[in-house]
C-alpha cells in the first residue's frame, strides 16, 4: 500500500525546525501588520481634508491678524499682520490677502452683517471703530466692493468725525497691468447700526478716510554719518512706503561736527549735463552715484535740475527745478548716503580750517575710481571742462569702470506725489480700464523717419484697429502727447475715453499736490510740466488691463526711425 507510514513526520514538524518556523510566521505577522498600518494611512491622507484658515471663523482670524506676536514684515502699530502671514502659520503659501472674490466669501453669508452678543450699548453712542467684528465687516465689504485690486495688508480702522463713520486704510496694487509696487488709500465707512445689527450702508471717494492716514513722523530727519536706514531694503514693495502715504522728503540734517569731519565725500562740479534731457540727467547723476558707493563715500548732490525745454510751457530751459518734484529723495536718502551741496559747503565752510579737511581734485574723467580707493582726503572733487562730450558726467562710468562702478537704478523711483495722482485716477477709473498709448508730435509731422504714423494714428485707423483689441463700450485711458484730446472724439462713439486733463482738479490750486510742491518751491508754485504728465501717463498706461502701444500695435514705424527696428523680434 502506498504512502507514508504513521511513524513518519514532516520535515517541517521535526524538532530542529521549529524554531525556524516560528521567525518565519512572526516575521509573516509583522509584515501583514505593516502593510495594513500603510493603507490605512494612505487612505487617511488621501481622503482628510485639514481646515483652510480662510474658512475660519471671523473671530479666530481677527484674533491671529491682531495678535501681537512677530509678523513677517517689520514692527508697525499702525497696520495688522496680513493673509500672508497667517497662511504661513499653516505651512501654507499666499500672495496676497483677499486676492479674488474668495476671501469675501469668508462667510456662509455675504450679508455684510454682524450681530453683537451684547445688546447694552446705547445707540447714540459713538460706534467702537476697533471692534473685531466691525473691522472684519468693513475688510469683507472692502473687498467686494474693490474687486479688480488684490488688497495686501488694512490698517486698523480709526473713527471717523461723526459717531457711525470709520476710516480704515489699506495697502493695494491692481490685478492686472504691467506695474509693480503698492498704493495706499483710505477710505470713509458709513455704518448703519439696527440695535444689534452693524452692516457698511456706503464706502467714500479715493482718500477720503483722512483719519486713517499715517501721521508724519515728528523728528528733525538727523541722520548720523549719513549711513543708510537699516533694513529699508525692497522686498516687493513691503519695506517701503507704498504711494498714498505721508512724504518726508525733508533734506538730511548733519547731526554734529564730529559726524561731519568722520564722513568722506564725493562731489561732481561743472559740466554740460545740464539742460539735458531727463534720461540724460539721470545717466550722469546716477554714474556720480555709483561711484560714491563703490568708494564708500558720502555723494554731495545739487537737489536742483535745469528742466529741459522740451518739456517746459515755455519752449525754454527752465532752472531751479526740485528734486524731488520728479524723483523719490525720501527712498534715495534712506538707501544710499548723500548730502544737499548747499548745506555741504556751509559746513565745509565752517569747520574745514579748525579740523584741517583737506580736499583732492580731478580733472580728468579718465581717472579710475580704482585710482581714487586709496586717497584719504576728506574731499575728492571731479571737476568737468567746457568741451562737450568729454565734459559729460558720465564719461566716468565708461570703458572699464563700466564693469567696476553700477549704477543703482532700484535707488530712483518717481516721485511719490506724482505716483499718488496714478493712484487717484486710477481709483477713479475703479481700476478697470484699458490703455493705448498714441505717440503723435514731432515724430507724426517728420514723415521722413516716420512714414506711416500720422496716418495710423488717425481717428478712423485707430477705430478700425482698435475694434479687434477692445471691446466695445469700455473705459479707455489714451495716454498721448496729442495736444488737442478732441482729436479723438469719434473714439467716443466705441468707448468711454478718459484723457490725463480730464482730472487736472487733482494738481490745481485747491490740490494736496499744489500745496506740497509750493512749499519745497519756497511758496511758489510749480507748473505741472510735460515731463510730470509723461511720467504720469506711462504709469497710468501700464495699469490697464490690456495695453496698446503705438509702435508694437498701431503702426509698423519702427520706434526710433526708419530701419531701426529690432531685427531679432521680427
Known sequence: MLGRPVSYRTRSSRPENLGKNSLHMIANICLTIFVIGALVVTIIAATYEPDDPLFQSPTKITTFLTSISNSTFQSNNTVIRTGEDLMAAKQTALATFGSGTDAAETKETNSYETSSSECE???????????????????????DRFKDIHFNRFGKPTPGPEGNTCDMAWRFRPKQGKATGFNKDYRRFVINRDNCTLSVVRIGEYHSGV???KKKKKNKNKIPGYEPASGLHDQGGF???????????????????????????????GGADRCKSMKHYLWSFLCALGEAQYLKRTLVMDMTLCLSSV???????????????????????????????????????????????????????????????????SLIMRKFGFVEPDNYWYRVCEGETGSVVQRPWDLIRKSRRLMDLVAAIGSKLNWDYDSVHIVRGEKAR?????????????????LSTLQNKIKDGRDVYIATNEPETSFFEPLKHKYTTHFLNDYKELWDQSSEWYSDTAKLNNGAPVEFDDYMRASVDAELFLRGKKQIETFNDLTNDCKDGVNTCNTAAI
Open 121 to 143: 450699548v446705547d445707540p447714540t453712542e459713538p460706534l467702537d471703530c476697533k471692534d473685531p467684528e466691525l473691522f472684519q465687516l468693513m475688510m469683507q465689504k472692502a473687498i
Open 211 to 213: 483719519n486713517a492716514r
Open 239 to 269: 519695506s517701503l512706503p507704498a504711494a498714498g502715504e505721508m512724504v518726508n522728503d525733508s533734506l538730511p540734517v548733519v547731526e554734529s561736527e564730529r559726524a561731519f569731519i568722520h564722513r568722506k565725500y564725493l562731489i561732481y562740479v
Open 311 to 377: 518739456y517746459a510751457s515755455s519752449n525754454q530751459d527752465e532752472e531751479g527745478k526740485d528734486f524731488r518734484f520728479y524723483f523719490d529723495f525720501e527712498h534715495l536718502k534712506q538707501a544710499a548716503s548723500v548730502l544737499d551741496q548747499n548745506q555741504f559747503w556751509q559746513l565745509w565752510d565752517k569747520w574745514q580750517r579748525k579740523d584741517k579737511l583737506s580736499l583732492y581734485v580731478v580733472e580728468d574723467f579718465r581717472v579710475s575710481p580704482k585710482k581714487l580707493t586709496e586717497v584719504k582726503h
Open 446 to 462: 517728420n514723415r521722413d523717419l516716420w512714414p506711416n504714423l500720422a496716418q495710423d494714428t488717425s481717428p478712423d485707423a485707430l
